[in-house]
């Protein structure tokens, strides 16, 4: 695989009023080109950070990002994003909506309107070219969003907890769609998630990160044979295996923050009708 | 402090959703349904005055008034009055609008600039404009450049804040996105802070056109300055009470149809998409 994307010591340091919070703390790994490439790892360990900061949207406190062997210091032309939230324009209907990041890198009207004519098409939203997104259900409007990303012809598309709004059936078809445009248009894709057996049915590989801060924990191979399917033996074992990765990371924050477990509002909702049967 | 809260619950008003209604709605109905309540005030009004609960001498009969306001339709004065003052208090708003929309933005978007310069804002925003009525008239004469301003300064402060309000609940996903394309700041601006806040700059303007008929009536009828509001009253002073109340009523109309042809239209568009 060609090397397409370079982290080199990212770390990234948050300053607060009384110390400095370390989010992400030397993080080192490449991303192949063509690769599906998944970021798991325990609540607030820096994951959307971390993706935010491969965008370009934030800069690292030390380290460096390279693309293509260049520094990575603003967003570039060929890295795209989808996000948790869609990120829609609900005054643009959904071409407005998908020709939004050709409209402001200047392609002229007649020609961005058929480049995104052909990605509602790829998304399966025909007969809703014209509509608002207030009228789209969630799974919907992720669709727009990952339309949006792919047509300004990107190399890397990011995807931030891209199917964590959507309700499960529906986020079950998004994911099998999102493999076949993978499969189809050989571009990278990075999707940051905190779904185990999401992460396991589309990745190449996944990195898994320590709990805060993040730093990298492992990065594991998925070889299973495409299309995945949840539940086969094989697919259970590399679950086993980030699992346990995971639970290592959980139980070494919950012992790091011992002492929180024991704080009197802890303790009383501990003592809650809610837990006692 | 007291006009904040009043534009926070019209802003919360405006997003509340419309009622759901089980039932199709009968659009024709459900469009003819204000007048009746409009209707009944003018048939007890014309009624009491019938009856002679109340003079014709302190409140004429609608009917009457309605009479006289159709003359008043030929009569140039009359008209070159109602025009004055729409005019007026137009430009006021216009004015208002083209100063409080930038700096609102700026605020809205500018953390640093919001601490700096709200404040003083909402201080002057609290304080009574009719205290600046007569200052106004000192220094630029009864006329309509002091209407202006008067409207102008009415008009800034709901127009300043809903458009504040707007610029600062945008997401900052859409900022976000903005910055994955790499588009310009003039984009930016263009193409998601000024949709993104149209729905309020509606409300906002929408506020300002009731609060500054009351401002550009004021400074017509305390400091004689030309138009309906300086009719009404030199009518009431001279005896014919008919044509004060064919001037209100010719507010009314005006205030009315402004409401649903501009406003109406436009909230219709906001309501699209929102």
Redesign the interface.
């Known amino acids: 695989m060609v090397l397409h994307m370079e982290l080199l010591n990212v770390t990234k340091v948050y300053p607060s009023r009384s110390m400095e919070t370390h989010v992400l703390r030397d993080i080192t790994f490449n991303i192949h080109e063509g690769e599906f490439l998944c970021i798991v790892g325990p609540t607030g360990c820096g994951k959307s950070t971390l993706l935010?900061i491969i965008?370009?949207?934030e800069k690292p406190t030390s380290g460096l990002v390279k693309f293509q062997g260049e520094a990575v210091t603003?967003?570039h032309?060929k890295?795209?994003?989808v996000?948790q939230?869609f990120?829609l324009?609900?005054?643009?209907t959904v071409l407005q909506n998908i020709e939004?990041?050709l409209?402001?890198?200047g392609v002229p009207k007649k020609e961005r309107r058929e480049i995104a004519m052909e990605f509602v098409e790829m998304v399966n939203l025909k007969g809703y070219e014209h509509a608002?997104?207030?009228h789209l259900s969630g799974g919907m409007k992720q669709r727009v969003g990952i339309a949006r990303a792919l047509a300004?012809d990107p190399e890397i598309v990011l995807m931030d907890e891209a199917f964590s709004a959507i309700d499960e059936f529906t986020a079950h078809t998004l994911r099998k769609e999102v493999t076949e445009i993978w499969l189809k248009t050989k571009k990278t894709f990075v999707l940051v998630t905190h779904n185990l057996e999401e992460a396991i049915e589309l990745a190449d590989r996944i990195l898994v990160l320590t709990s805060t801060p993040g730093r990298v924990k492992s990065l594991v191979n998925v070889t299973l044979r495409r299309p995945r399917r949840r539940g086969t033996s094989n697919f259970l074992k590399v679950h086993r295996q980030i699992f346990r990765l995971l639970k290592e990371e959980l139980e070494q924050s919950l012992g790091h923050h011992h002492l929180a477990l024991h704080h009197p509002n802890l303790h009383h909702v501990g003592h809650s009708n809610y837990f006692s049967f | 402090m007291k006009l904040r809260k009043t534009l926070t619950s019209c802003l919360q008003f405006r997003r509340m959703s419309p009622p759901r209604l089980i039932s199709k709605p009968h659009k024709l109905l459900d469009k003819i349904l204000w007048i009746i309540p409009l209707a009944s005030f003018f048939v007890i009004w014309e009624a009491v005055v019938r009856l002679g609960l109340l003079s014709v001498h302190a409140a004429p009969p609608p009917s009457k008034v309605v009479i006289v306001l159709l003359h008043c339709l030929g009569d140039f004065t009359f008209l070159s009055k109602v025009l004055h003052s729409f005019l007026n208090l137009t430009v006021g708003i216009f004015v208002a609008l083209f100063i409080a929309a930038p700096l609102a933005i700026c605020t809205g978007l500018k953390n640093r600039v919001d601490l700096t310069l709200t404040p003083t804002v909402m201080i002057c925003g609290s304080l009574p404009d009719l205290a600046l009525l007569p200052l106004f008239v000192y220094w630029f004469g009864p006329g309509s450049v002091a209407a202006i301003l008067m409207a102008a300064i009415c008009a800034f402060f709901p127009i300043y804040f809903t458009i504040r309000e707007g610029v600062k609940e945008i997401p900052a996903d859409y900022f976000d996105v903005s910055m994955v394309f790499k588009a310009s700041k003039f984009d930016v601006l263009r193409k998601i802070v000024l949709p993104a806040t149209f729905p309020n700059a509606v409300t906002g303007l929408r506020l300002a056109f009731d609060f500054v008929w009351e401002i550009v009536l004021a400074i017509e009828i305390i400091a004689r300055v030309t138009g309906i509001g300086w009719l009404i009253n030199f009518s009431v002073e001279s005896g014919s009470i008919e044509l004060a109340f064919a001037g209100i009523m010719a507010i009314g109309i005006i205030a009315l149809t402004v409401d649903r042809l501009v406003f109406g239209t436009l909230e219709e568009k906001v309501r699209r998409w929102t």
Request: hydrophobic share 40%; aromatic share 20%.
């Open positions: 935010k965008a370009g949207l603003e967003p032309p890295i795209s994003m996000f939230s990120a324009f609900p005054w643009r939004f990041g409209e402001v890198q608002y997104p207030k300004t």
